[in-house]
């Protein structure tokens, strides 16, 4: 096995305004093998979103060293960037986020037109993800025509539409019933079994931590193994 994600020292401060600052992340270190799956715990403004936007390069650490799939993230120009976020990494978040006026092929879709696949290829893989996450048959339903579990299957396989090797969800079954966090949970099991992606998860959900391989917990901007 080889690593992922490799942390050291991430150090993250918001700046609000001379001459005030606000360190959130007090020195993370974190490394992640490819094929695992982590959860992250911790209460409510302890940093985890913090953490997950620097690991998925939506953000920039303030210092510390990161390697990214190999990547040199401080080295990084902003263009690398993007284009390690689109090919190795998939979204998935506790609001959806699916483009509300698209139907849910669309939506599965459109990291594919920014990846630049040709129209066919396009719609023959969003229709073989929507297979895999059961939602073939609601293809031509727009989000507003969905339940909030099958937004989600939905959006889980947006996230996998440029076949990344990390999935990183924030609080993913934070808005679903528990029958409905189940399935879509049992989903994430099967996309790291069965299709060998690395996962990263974030909930407030205990029992549905202890069901992945390691349990990280972040406390006042500190991660706990
Ligand atoms: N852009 C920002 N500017 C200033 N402070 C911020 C910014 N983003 C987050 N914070 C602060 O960082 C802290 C951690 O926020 P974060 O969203 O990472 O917490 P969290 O653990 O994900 O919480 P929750 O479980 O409620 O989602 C909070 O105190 C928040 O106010």
Redesign the pocket.
Same mark, same amino acid.
């Given at each position: 096995m080889s690593k992922v994600i490799e942390m050291k020292d991430i150090v993250?401060k918001?700046? $609000?305004g001379q001459p005030n600052e /606000?360190e959130? /992340?007090h020195g993370i270190n974190l490394t992640v093998e490819e094929g695992e799956f982590v959860s992250i715990v911790?209460? @409510?403004? @302890?940093?985890? @979103?913090? /953490? *997950?936007?620097i690991i998925g390069v939506l953000?920039r650490a303030t210092s510390g060293y990161y390697n990214l799939a190999g990547l040199n993230v401080e080295e990084a120009k902003d263009s690398e960037l993007s284009q390690i976020r689109n090919k190795k990494i998939g979204f998935v978040f506790?609001s959806f986020n699916l483009i509300p006026r698209s139907n849910a092929q669309k939506n599965v879709e459109l990291p594919m037109i920014y990846g630049r696949m040709s129209r066919n290829d396009r719609r023959e893989r969003s229709m073989e993800l929507l297979k895999l996450v059961e939602m073939d048959d609601r293809a031509n339903h727009q989000p507003n025509e969905l339940s909030g579990g099958q937004k989600q299957r939905v959006a889980i396989a947006r996230a996998m539409a440029n076949d990344p090797d990390i999935i990183l969800a924030?609080?993913p079954t934070g808005a679903l019933d528990s029958k409905t966090g189940r399935v879509v949970m049992d989903l994430f099991h099967k996309l790291n079994e069965q299709e060998k992606k690395t996962i990263i998860l $974030?909930t407030?959900n205990q029992e549905l931590a202890d069901e992945t391989g390691r349990v990280l917990t *972040?406390k006042d901007?500190i991660l706990e193994e």
């Amino acid at each position: 096995m080889s690593k992922v994600i490799e942390m050291k020292d991430i150090v993250k401060k918001f700046y $609000i305004g001379q001459p005030n600052e /606000l360190e959130i /992340l007090h020195g993370i270190n974190l490394t992640v093998e490819e094929g695992e799956f982590v959860s992250i715990v911790g209460a @409510s403004g @302890s940093g985890k @979103s913090t /953490l *997950m936007n620097i690991i998925g390069v939506l953000d920039r650490a303030t210092s510390g060293y990161y390697n990214l799939a190999g990547l040199n993230v401080e080295e990084a120009k902003d263009s690398e960037l993007s284009q390690i976020r689109n090919k190795k990494i998939g979204f998935v978040f506790q609001s959806f986020n699916l483009i509300p006026r698209s139907n849910a092929q669309k939506n599965v879709e459109l990291p594919m037109i920014y990846g630049r696949m040709s129209r066919n290829d396009r719609r023959e893989r969003s229709m073989e993800l929507l297979k895999l996450v059961e939602m073939d048959d609601r293809a031509n339903h727009q989000p507003n025509e969905l339940s909030g579990g099958q937004k989600q299957r939905v959006a889980i396989a947006r996230a996998m539409a440029n076949d990344p090797d990390i999935i990183l969800a924030d609080e993913p079954t934070g808005a679903l019933d528990s029958k409905t966090g189940r399935v879509v949970m049992d989903l994430f099991h099967k996309l790291n079994e069965q299709e060998k992606k690395t996962i990263i998860l $974030i909930t407030h959900n205990q029992e549905l931590a202890d069901e992945t391989g390691r349990v990280l917990t *972040m406390k006042d901007g500190i991660l706990e193994e």
